[in-house]
């Protein structure tokens, strides 16, 4: 197959866990022999933007093949990748590619929820575009979205397929968004052995992109409360200088750089703390964390239950429910935070950093569950699905654009599928 990815974030190097989830997918995809491209762009625009992706480039030993028109191009893990740093038309460009590349499949995802570049794939001749759902915020529909919107629900109903990050987030467009859609693994795994980097001696109870989604408020909470206890945030697209400003008035508090490999953070790390409060799709970085080893305390919404496979420990959050009609300086959703009861996640810090052989229960617990599920991680019912889309009849436009009358049932390669 030809593969086009539509990705409107930073592709590489990037820190998000989605964008790294669409990197390791087009890898996987490529070890497969397929032939893959993506047009991705970097996290602003300009010749400042252009500079810095090369200087990023050279830093990783990553070899540019061109620089045309703003547009940097490199090949990594058998990905051709087409970045816009000084490019002024991302959807110009994109709909070049298409037609330059002819690709059998598209893929989409919620990287784009303006539908910068899903507009220009429905409109596609030839190639079927399928959906990649790792964000319920960033859809246009039902309660879980920050911008409700039918004309984006309608363009979104004209992709040939969806695949959600978990059975969460597919149950949720098929009740809420009246469309087809099936879990099969699109989060994959950078490949292993995976060290055991969990220590009960390492220095932080650990925060990855400290933000008012992702629960900065409980971060905050617990470090007022266990003074004594080293904590650290890792600050990545979300957070804003409201929130470093937050950070940086609790001396126990140490906001640590970014780093794209992550084992550079979970090393320091002692506990991992995910206390998301808007309707987490799943979350990669708990995977990451158990796998080596670092118990997890994350709330209990959303996906999350299945990224954490039932190990402890899952903790109650009053999710946010409201969003303002406006983006912040990071361009994220301005949330209506409700008041948090940290008592429980305080509860549960307790346990873990007051019995050393409590928390290697955990730990060793967690390895275990996190590795039989690894083992077991493979890209080829993903690439089955993208083979199933391919053999459908084509539908035409205005079957496309015709919304079914209830949500479809769930495929059983929905059910089946790890």
């Known amino acids: 197959m030809r593969i086009l990815l539509a990705h409107n974030s930073p592709y590489y190097p990037s820190h998000g866990g989605g964008d790294r989830s669409n990197r390791l997918l087009m890898e996987a995809l490529a070890a497969r022999g397929h032939a893959c491209r993506v047009v991705a762009r970097t996290a602003s625009f300009g010749e400042a933007a252009q500079v810095q992706l090369l200087t990023d480039l050279a830093a990783r030993s990553t070899a540019v093949d061109a620089v045309e028109s703003g547009v940097v191009r490199f090949r990594l893990a058998g990905v051709e990748v087409h970045a816009a740093a000084n490019h ?67 363009v979104l109903r004209q992709v040939d397929g969806v695949v959600g990050v978990s059975r969460y987030v597919a149950d949720y467009i098929r009740r809420w968004g009246q469309m087809e859609a099936v879990h099969v693994p699109i989060s994959l795994l950078d490949p292993g052995p995976w060290p055991l980097l969990g220590r009960f001696d390492n220095e932080f109870v650990t925060l990855v992109n400290p933000c008012a989604v992702k629960g900065i408020t409980i971060l905050l909470a617990l470090a007022r409360q266990f003074p004594d206890v080293r904590f650290a945030a890792v600050p990545t697209w979300g957070t804003n200088r409201e929130d470093l400003e937050a950070l940086r008035m609790h001396s126990n508090i140490t906001v640590l750089e970014p780093a794209d490999q992550i084992d550079a953070v979970l090393s320091r790390t002692r506990v991992l703390l995910v206390p998301s409060l808007w309707v987490e799709a799943r979350s990669r970085i708990i995977v990451e964390a158990m796998l080596r080893g670092v118990p997890v305390m994350a709330s209990n919404v959303g996906g999350i239950p299945e990224a954490m496979m039932g190990q402890p420990y899952l903790l109650p959050v009053r999710t946010i429910k409201h969003y303002r009609p406006q983006l912040d300086e990071q361009m994220v959703p301005v949330a209506e935070v409700p008041e948090q009861d940290a008592g429980p996640w305080a509860e549960a810090l307790t346990r873990l950093v007051g019995s050393q052989a409590h928390w290697e229960e955990v730990s060793r617990a967690s390895r275990a569950a996190a590795l039989d ?46």
């Open 88 to 154: 002024p038309h991302l959807r110009g460009y994109f709909a070049a590619q298409i037609e330059e590349f002819n690709p059998d499949v598209v893929l989409a995802s919620t990287d784009d929820p303006a539908q910068v570049l899903l507009e220009a794939a429905v409109r596609s001749a030839r190639a079927r575009v399928v959906y990649v759902a790792r964000a319920t915020l960033a859809l246009p529909f039902g309660p879980d979205c920050a911008f409700p919107s039918e004309a984006k629900a309608a």
């Open 373 to 418: 599920y690894a083992e077991a991680l493979s890209i080829e019912p993903f690439e089955r699905r993208l083979e199933q889309v391919l053999r459908a009849p084509r539908r035409s436009p205005a079957e496309k654009r015709e919304a079914p009358e209830e949500a479809a049932e769930q495929s059983l390669l929905s059910r089946l599928s790890p």
